[in-house]
């Protein structure tokens, strides 16, 4: 799912019926809160912004591709300690 379901407000209801499935939150705007992860989300995968000004350029350029974006931005993934 993405973290357009926090800003709707479906993000619960979706959780309720995912509750037995492998939950990824995923995108740029995902929070990277730990606490995210007892609600039963098991993964974040977001975007950390390094350099904005830069970063906005590159995607004004349509440049948003992994190898384009380093110095910009880093991905980032965080999980439940559990599954590590």
């Keep these: ?7 709707n407000k479906s993000v619960n ?4 019926l995912a509750k037995n499935a492998f939950v990824i939150m995923v995108g740029p705007s995902t929070p990277m809160i ?13 975007l950390k912004v390094i350099n904005p000004y830069s970063l906005m350029k590159k995607i004004s350029q349509g440049m948003v591709n992994e190898e384009r974006l380093k110095g910009d ?9 559990e599954i590590i």
């Design 1 to 7: 799912m993405t973290a357009t379901t926090i800003i």
């Design 13 to 16: 209801r979706l959780l309720e």
């Design 34 to 46: 730990e606490e995210l992860l007892d609600f039963g989300i098991d993964v974040l995968a977001g």
């Design 73 to 81: 931005a880093s991905f980032v993934i965080m999980t439940k300690k």
